[in-house]
């Protein structure tokens, strides 16, 4: 009994399924494709810093560099609770000829500032300091959630308007939506290591100016697939 019971309801959802199938097939439809992409410039650029122990006579610790480090970005404007975070520490022993081994500590930092101006400030502000192990980790654009929304709307309301382009000649009329797709690529929300370009700077009695950078752009895409229902 259990069994027949069993075989009678998988009966019914495989004619369920095939009558839901045949039915939107039966529905005169039209299906168009529509892509919208931009360019945006990043808001969020990560910057990784490294601070080491100066390996000479005079040995610079850490620990005085980081607090220089600091000083020059508060006085700069920059919140350290914010946009500053420790990465990474460490140590290496070196070797000496006919002398001990000694530590060398180092730290790493990372980061983020909201403009190419504000970056060239602080990759000037560093080069004062003499801290110059540093590099451009990412780049990112804070609204992305929004955009993309954004972007799949048009991309629907395109779609629409090849639908209707494509039907007025032969008299018929876009119906609702049966079926919308969403074939967007999956694509990073950030460029690793990014394209940038430093402009000429010039100098004002000897004083370094703050660089000025251009960053490659992000590009956003967006891809759908709709089927419309007609009608005459």
């Known amino acids: 009994m259990r069994k027949t019971i069993i075989f009678v309801a998988t009966a019914l959802i495989t004619m369920t399924t095939f009558a839901q199938s045949k039915n939107f097939l039966d529905t005169p439809y039209l299906e168009t494709s529509s892509q919208v992409d931009t360019l945006v410039t990043p808001d969020k650029i990560y910057l990784n810093i490294i601070i080491q122990e100066k390996d000479t006579k005079g040995r610079v610790s850490v620990e005085e ?31 000496y ?26 990759m000037v502000a560093l080069e004062q300091l003499d801290i110059a192990n540093t590099n451009i980790e990412k780049t990112e654009y804070s609204k992305m959630e929004e955009l993309e929304l954004e972007l799949r709307t048009k991309a629907v309301k395109k779609a629409m308007q090849k639908a209707e382009a494509l039907t007025k000649p032969l008299g018929q009329k ?59």
């Open 97 to 122: 000829f006919l002398r001990q081994k000694e530590v060398l500590k180092s730290k790493q930092y990372s980061l983020v500032v909201y403009s190419g101006k504000e970056l060239g400030e602080v």
């Open 174 to 232: 876009v119906g609702m939506a049966i079926h919308i797709a969403d074939n967007s690529q999956y694509y990073p929300r950030y460029n690793q290591a990014p394209m940038m370009e430093m402009k000429a700077v010039s100098s004002d009695m000897g004083q370094a100016q703050p660089l000025d950078i251009d960053f490659e752009k992000i590009r956003v895409e967006t891809t759908v697939n709709v089927k419309f229902a007609l009608s005459n």
């Open 65 to 95: 560099q980081e607090n220089q480090m600091a000083q020059r970005f508060k006085a700069m404007g920059i919140d350290l609770d914010k946009q500053l975070v420790i990465k990474d520490m460490g140590s290496n022993f070196k070797k």
